[in-house]
Each structure stands twice: as structure tokens, then as C-alpha cells.
């Protein structure tokens, strides 16, 4: 019974260790919250999602989605902002998983986290994350950034956790929107450590210059 339970317990642990926490906040750029989640899916990896209400209204300006529904067929467990009993508002239950990233993430998401106002479940579970020093990525989409934002974001950082604007670069010569998300998806993705090829990296990359001969 003994080694049944420990074999049980192993797996549960290698479980977890591929599980990420994504969060999706009301900030404009809900495309690269669906983008992650739809990646982590096709590369073996479990996702939780904590959506907040502001979210799901863009999401439907944005995107025309409802992202309960799009979640779902992700095969992703999903918590709504003011399920404050869910399990990562524990940090007993975040310990072993890869990671927390929160795309996008809003200005306000941003500001609670740096100040430790775990006023919803979404701050709350990105606060574990910092206590327990596990692997916290913000992808900030806001532009421009003022002073409050700036003190915020390095207060984050000090604390141990990764902001990650939302900047594609042009490098690996980008052909149209997609592969600017692509792009921004695969960072997010190497700051987890997880292997991609969802952009090219600026050792494969082409010297090319499609992107300025796109432009007039």
C-alpha cells in the first residue's frame, strides 16, 4: 500500500512540474493569453487559467470569443478571479508547478501584485508565486509606460518575478501579424524554459529586410 501511494505521489509530482498557471487580465492583447495556452497545450503541458471579468470582455471586443469556452476546449482548468478558495490561491498547491505568467497583464494586475494586494485570485496566486520564489513572468502591454507603472514593474522585479513587455521584434523577419504573436508567445515560452520553434531565434535567424521592404 505504502509504495502504491509513493508511485501515486511521483506521479502527481511530474504532473505538476507540467502544469502552468496562466493568468489573463482586462488588458488589450488577449490574443497572446489564447496564443500561450494554445502552445503549452501542443507541447504536452497542463494548463490553469484565471481569467478576470475584464478579460472576458475583451476577449469579446477583441477577439469575439468566450474564453470559458475556448478554455474548455484547451483542456484547461479554469477559475474565475473571484474563486478565492481555488487551489493556487495556496501556495502548497504552485510549489512544484513550471510557472505562472500573466498575459496580458493589466496595468492595475501590475500595481496590486508590486504593492501585495491580493485582492482577487489572480494577484493572489501571482503572490504565492513570489513568496515562494517560483518563476512569475508579467506581460505588460501598456504603452507608454509612466512613473507609477515604472516603480511598480521594478518593484516586481526586486521581488523576483519577470516583466516581459510585449515588444516583437523584427528580426527573424516577421510575415504578418501571426508570426509577431508567434513571437512574443515563444519568448514567454523560453522564460519557462520550454523548448519551441515558434520564432526564429537570433542565431537561425535570416539577414532579410522583408519588414522595411513592406513598408512605403
Not at 500500500?1 to 501515486?8: H, N, S, T, V, Y
Request: hydrophobic share 40%; glycine share 6%.
Amino acid at each position: 500500500m505504502g509504495e502504491g501511494m509513493d508511485k501515486e505521489t511521483r506521479t502527481e509530482s511530474r504532473d505538476k512540474k507540467r502544469t502552468v498557471i496562466v493568468g489573463i487580465s482586462g488588458a488589450s492583447g488577449i490574443i497572446y493569453g489564447i496564443r500561450t495556452v494554445k502552445a503549452l497545450k501542443e507541447l504536452g503541458y497542463k494548463t490553469e487559467v484565471i481569467l478576470s471579468k475584464e478579460a472576458k470582455k475583451v476577449a469579446k471586443i477583441e477577439c469575439d470569443i468566450d474564453l470559458d469556452s475556448f478554455f474548455k476546449a484547451q483542456d484547461s482548468i479554469i477559475y474565475d478571479e473571484d474563486q478565492i478558495e481555488a487551489p493556487p490561491s495556496s501556495s502548497s498547491h504552485i510549489v512544484e508547478t513550471r510557472g505562472m505568467v500573466i498575459v496580458p497583464c493589466s496595468i492595475k494586475t501590475l500595481a496590486e501584485i508590486a504593492n501585495g494586494i491580493a485582492s482577487n485570485l489572480l494577484s493572489r496566486t501571482a503572490l504565492n508565486f513570489l513568496r515562494v520564489r517560483k518563476r512569475l513572468i508579467l506581460v505588460i502591454r501598456e504603452t507608454p509606460l509612466g512613473t507609477i507603472e515604472l516603480q511598480n514593474a521594478l518593484k516586481v522585479s526586486k521581488a523576483g518575478g519577470i516583466i516581459m513587455p510585449a515588444s516583437p521584434a523584427f528580426y527573424h523577419s516577421p510575415q504578418g501579424v501571426d508570426d509577431l504573436i508567434n513571437f512574443v508567445v515563444g519568448k514567454i515560452l523560453d522564460l519557462l524554459k520550454i523548448s519551441n520553434s515558434l520564432y526564429k531565434h537570433w542565431h537561425t535567424a535570416t539577414a532579410n529586410h522583408i519588414p522595411c521592404d513592406q513598408t512605403s
